[in-house]
């Protein structure tokens, strides 16, 4: 990690690189969208708590909240995490691969899951048009707005994982620090 560190302020793999800044960038928009989903939905659920056992009534929308927000509290938590390399892998048989190897394998998934990725939020967006006309039947909120986190969600895996594939074909880089996973920044 030194040799990166160590290298010109701009170089793909330096904690200041584009790729790296982005990434880092994503991850904190990511995080704190989650957060504050979880912080919206708890404060409804608690002010519905209230509501029922202090004034015995009921706040009829509060059951429709987590519909709309746990999506997104989800798929923010699942970009944030790939955005810090904290996914869970497998990496027995890849670690004892030679440096250029794992190299070309860490590539060839990041690019695959570019593909896939991609191909999954352009199919969302269908979903989305569908449930457009599907409304939740307390607040009239359409069912599109919890499907656009799966849109949304996987366009960020989608760019996480072309900014893996900018880190790793980084030559300067090496292949350590270019393929950083379970928590390992490379920066």
Known sequence: ?????????????????????????????FKWLGILSLLVMFATLL???????????????TSEVPNILFPWLTMCAIVATAAKNEHIGIEAVVERL????????????????????SFIAWHGLDVVAIA??????????????SY????????????VSLLNVLIALDR????????????EEAS
């Open 1 to 29: 990690m030194s040799d990166v560190i160590a290298g010109r302020h701009g170089e793909p793999g330096h904690p200041g690189s584009p790729p790296l800044r982005l990434k880092a960038a994503i991850h904190h928009l």
């Open 47 to 61: 002010a519905a708590v209230f509501v029922r056992y202090v004034w015995e009534t009921n706040l009829d929308w």
């Open 98 to 117: 030679p440096p250029p190897l794992r190299r070309v394998i860490g590539l060839a998934t990041n690019l695959l899951a570019v593909v896939a990725f």
């Open 132 to 145: 457009g006309g599907q409304r939740l039947p307390i607040t009239g909120i359409a069912m599109s707005w």
């Open 148 to 159: 656009w986190s799966v849109v949304v969600g996987f366009a960020g895996l989608a760019l």
């Open 172 to 183: 300067r880089v090496p292949v350590a620090e270019s393929l950083a996973t379970h928590g």
